[in-house]
């Protein structure tokens, strides 16, 4: 997955529920979903999703992530990945 990584930063900006944190060409982002497509909700369970990706150009290429439900951390395949965070960066491609 990838996505413009100026574009990320000015969503990022705008949703106070996404945090960036950059280290070098490294880039982490930090969110709890707030979209029905991002991830379920179970009763009172916190949902905390972590993306991992490396900046090329202005590309940010998204190769890991990881899904916290309650503390307890598990790796998203990559097809469960592209197929539930692609919308949302297309979304975010198209709009800023």
Avoid at 13 to 18: D, I, L, S
Avoid at 37 to 65: K, T
Wanted: negative net charge; charged residues 30%; glycine residues 6%.
């Amino acid at each position: 997955m990838r996505v413009t990584y100026s574009k990320l930063v000015k969503y990022a900006e705008e949703n106070r529920y996404y945090q960036l944190l950059r280290k070098g060409s490294k880039v982490q982002i930090l969110f709890t979903p707030t979209f029905p497509e991002a991830e379920s909700h179970g009763e009172g369970e916190n949902i905390r999703v972590c993306m991992y990706g490396n900046l090329q150009g202005d590309q940010l290429i998204i190769d890991r992530v990881e899904v916290d439900v309650d503390g307890r951390v598990s790796p998203k395949s990559s097809e469960d990945a592209e197929y539930i965070y692609s919308p949302w960066l297309r979304f975010i491609e198209e709009n800023y």
